[in-house]
């Protein structure tokens, strides 16, 4: 029973260029989060998706963000043009149900470093 | 935003001894839970609690939930080298968004052999 997978694990973008970021939840899961952890920082919440609707994304920025999560396939976290300040670890959880109480599956992140 | 204050923001310890964290904040929670992050990898749950002055046991660590519903601590005993990492807390507020988990800022432990 696999967890929850991310990749790329590290992703090295140029100013400008485009980052996608890619999440499997968990197995029978259908809620996935994804948070960013900048450098000493905890984590902060993004969005939050079920299959094929967006159910919250006030954490993320307006500009450059989008989140996606079709009816097959994995969750993506889009970021274009990006810039030094979108350097971080970006996470993606997954839960069984909309409820955060019972602890989300957290994944490995995928580590954006952008030059 | 909520915003949960994690003390201390570091600890180096010897082997064998009793470590405590806590977590603060100005709002009450509903659910208080703590992760470990190791590097390079994502948080693992640890514990989570769900009733003021809950205190709840995972192997060597206790963690209670605070009866003001502002605090929760972490304790670790007889800690091993294999704890090192970064201990958050995070929590959810009550009403609004339950599937949003506001975080601390974490406390790096550190423990010498």
């Known amino acids: 029973n696999a967890g929850v997978m991310q990749n790329p694990r590290h992703l090295v973008r140029r100013r400008g260029q485009e980052a996608r970021l890619r999440c499997s939840p968990m197995?029978?899961?259908?809620?996935v989060y994804w948070y960013r952890q900048l450098p000493e920082e905890g984590l902060k919440f993004m969005v939050y998706?079920?299959?094929?609707?967006?159910?919250?994304e006030s954490g993320m920025p307006k500009e450059r963000f989008s989140a996606e999560f079709p009816k097959e396939g994995p969750s993506i976290l889009r970021i274009q043009q990006v810039v030094r300040g979108d350097s971080a670890a970006y996470f993606c959880?997954?839960?069984?149900?909309?409820?955060?109480?019972?602890?989300?599956?957290f994944g490995s992140g995928t580590r954006l470093t952008v030059v | 935003g909520q915003q949960l204050n994690q003390s201390p923001q570091s600890m180096f310890i010897q082997e064998g001894e009793d470590v405590s964290m806590n977590c603060t904040s100005s709002?009450?929670?509903?659910?208080w839970l703590w992760y470990k992050q190791e590097p390079g990898e994502g948080p693992v749950l640890l514990i989570a609690?769900?009733?003021?002055?809950e205190l709840t046991s995972n192997g060597r660590l206790t963690a209670q939930f605070g009866i003001t519903r502002k605090d929760s601590f972490l304790n670790i005993s007889a800690s091993i080298p294999s704890d090192v990492g970064i201990y958050f807390c995070?929590?959810?507020?009550?009403?609004?968004?339950?599937?949003?988990?506001?975080f601390g800022k974490g406390t790096l432990l550190t423990v010498n052999p």
């Open positions: 197995k029978g899961h259908s809620h």
């Open positions: 959880a997954s839960s069984p149900l909309d409820r955060g109480e019972g602890g989300y599956t």
């Open positions: 709002s009450i929670f509903n659910t």
């Open positions: 998706l079920q299959k094929e609707n967006i159910i919250d």
């Open positions: 995070a929590g959810q507020i009550p009403g609004g968004s339950n599937y949003k988990l506001t």
């Open positions: 609690l769900y009733k003021a002055g």
